[in-house]
């Protein structure tokens, strides 16, 4: 099992940013990728970035390409989320997840983390 936890969210104007941190727990040798996913209100979740152990790097171009920053800090078990140039359509439940074992899905989840962006 492993056991994740997300903070770093809050309130910010547009333009703004914040740092998002996700710690994990647990049985965290097990660990892979690890990614970020987004809910708004009415729309089903989004993928937004992930990261390997090795720290390679995908994320959502369409939506936050040039403006998030997923990194990695293995010591730590901790994977963070730089978000910049905040943007009122970020607001979101922001949430942490994790592929730990031999599979490639995302087996363990956070409870979520809420980002406004006000315009």
């Known amino acids: 099992q492993v056991q994740l936890v997300e903070s770093g969210g809050g309130l910010v104007q547009a333009g703004g940013s914040l740092r998002l941190s996700c710690a994990a727990s647990?049985?965290?040798?097990?660990?892979?990728?690890m990614g970020w996913f987004r809910q708004a209100p009415g729309n089903e979740r989004e993928f937004v970035a992930s990261?390997?152990?090795?720290?390679?790097?995908?994320y959502n171009t369409d939506s936050v390409k040039g403006r998030f920053a997923i990194s990695r800090d293995n010591t730590k078990k901790t994977v963070y989320l730089q978000m910049n140039s905040l943007k009122p359509e970020d607001t979101a439940v922001y949430y942490c997840?994790?592929?730990?074992?031999?599979?490639?899905?995302?087996?363990?989840w956070g409870q979520g983390t809420q980002v406004t962006v006000s315009s």
């Open positions: 647990g049985r965290t040798l097990s660990m892979n990728v």
């Open positions: 990261i390997t152990r090795i720290g390679g790097t995908t």
């Open positions: 997840a994790v592929q730990a074992g031999s599979g490639n899905s995302y087996n363990y």
